[in-house]
């Protein structure tokens, strides 16, 4: 019956055709310009109806999710990245069974997965229009603000899926780096001071340093700490645990490289998206109730949420016990998160277990030293570093993207973090598929 429904979702879907020959990285970086191009239309283009209003408070959440809220980009990746979380827990529980290493498997994960955004789309502008996070003008009915939200979100879901076929990396990805260009420009370089626009944090201390006024150099800590965020992150993806092998039972000092960061950015972005949703739920009810359930829902926003402007209070030695507190609070609840998907991501793809990880090397013709050349032995070696190495790396992401926020680095902190490891992930990518484009390239250029 699973089959039949993923065949049959498969068959009905509509999709986007993927190129009939190999694309040139020319061609690739032309579809990405494209459509990132009209995404950023998009989030220029107002929701038609909409009573004025300002959202500052889902600040993090846009970067987060690459999402302009009031806007036609309202809910962002929002649907297809909780579409990815519940396909992934789906498939690890075995409610679904694909065969992804198929191309009829791939298309049938690609079909669940599109159903599954289009529910959460459907689902969040209900949310986002029926409780009122966005109103419509007088005279408005609020069907017209739900279909417009509804639209943009399915917009989104057909743009990611050209970028995945006829460009490189995914569409989250770069609409991650958008959002956080956008936000670190316009925040630390911005010239134009303008209604809902102020100066970069640069640009003013460049203009005070003009006018004689050496002071306010906390108007230099974003920049500072995205600089260290930047080197920080950069450093820990070169790092990496050797397993040492032999080649055909003979000693020949090969090994297996195993990255810290085993599960990559996929845990933290997971882990932000939902701590930030569950931010958006708990002021939502906490709005729309009263009395104990108020002060309950309340209290749980503030444990989810950053403490303002924490890390120049904290300098300055102004930080309250109660910021602290949050500040902690934040940084717990990133770190156990983030170890946790980055574990259920672990069970979810099934080339990067020790199974998968032991079969790649048994193929290559390699072993454990000493011992004889059988995979079973490989997997029971493998699963003293693996589990390990992906909960430590997704602890340390989710420290460090937690950080990153109560620095008030740009791009919301843990924006930046995603910006920097997109960006190394697009480059090994060029690296390795495109070597012979893209390395003549980067020598002309540099």
């Not at 298309?107 to 689902?123: H, P, R, T």
């Not at 902690?328 to 080339?351: D, G, P």
Request: proline share 3%; glycine share 8%; charged share 10%.
């Amino acid at each position: 019956m699973g089959n039949f429904m993923s065949n049959f979702l498969a068959t009905i879907m509509p999709t986007v055709s993927a190129p009939k020959g190999k694309t040139s990285l020319k061609e690739k970086f032309m579809w990405i310009f494209i459509v990132c191009a009209i995404y950023v239309i998009l989030g220029s283009i107002p929701l038609i109806g909409l009573a004025e209003g300002v959202y500052t408070q889902f600040e993090l959440l846009q970067i987060l999710t690459a999402s302009s809220i009031g806007t036609i980009l309202t809910l962002g990746i929002i649907p297809i990245i909780d579409a990815s979380i519940l396909l992934q827990i789906l498939l690890g529980m075995k409610f679904i069974s694909i065969d992804v290493s198929t191309s009829q498997g791939k298309a049938q994960l690609g079909a669940l997965q599109k159903v599954l955004a289009i529910f959460f789309a459907l689902a969040f502008s209900l949310v986002f229009v029926v409780t009122g996070i966005l109103s419509p003008a007088q005279g408005i009915p609020q069907v017209f603000l739900f279909i417009q939200i509804f639209m943009g979100a399915i917009l989104v879901i057909f743009l990611d899926e050209i970028i995945t076929k006829w460009g490189f990396g995914s569409g989250i990805g770069w609409f991650i780096l958008l959002g956080v260009a956008q936000e670190a420009i316009y925040r630390g370089f911005n010239i134009f001071e303008v209604v809902g626009l102020n100066l970069g944090d640069v640009v003013k201390y460049i203009g005070n340093l003009v006018a004689g006024n050496i002071g306010e150099i906390d108007l230099l800590f974003p920049i500072i700490f995205t600089l260290v965020i930047f080197a920080v992150v950069n450093f820990a993806q070169l790092l990496r645990v050797e397993v040492p092998l032999s080649y055909n039972q003979f000693a020949s000092g090969h090994s297996w490289k195993l990255k810290f960061i085993y599960t990559s950015n996929i845990p933290v972005i997971f882990a932000s998206i939902i701590i930030a949703e569950m931010g958006l739920v708990f002021n939502t009810i906490a709005n729309h109730s009263t009395d104990i359930i108020q002060q309950i829902f309340s209290g749980l926003h503030w444990f989810v949420s950053i403490p303002p402007s924490f890390i120049t209070h904290a300098l300055s030695g102004t930080a309250s016990t109660t910021m602290y507190m949050q500040s902690f609070s934040h940084i717990l609840l990133y770190v156990v998160l983030s170890a946790m998907m980055a574990l259920l991501w672990l069970e979810m793809t099934a080339a990067s277990t020790p199974s998968g990880v032991a079969s790649q090397i048994h193929k290559a013709g390699m072993s454990i030293g000493g011992f004889r050349r059988d995979p079973r032995i490989i997997e029971a070696r493998l699963t003293n570093y693996i589990p390990y190495l992906a909960a430590m790396g997704g602890a340390f992401v989710g420290l460090l993207a937690a950080f990153a926020n109560l620095t008030g680095a740009y791009g919301g902190g843990t924006g930046i973090l995603l910006a920097v490891m997109i960006v190394f992930q697009l480059y090994e990518y060029l690296i390795h598929q495109h070597a012979e484009e893209f390395l003549p390239l980067l020598r002309k250029k540099f």
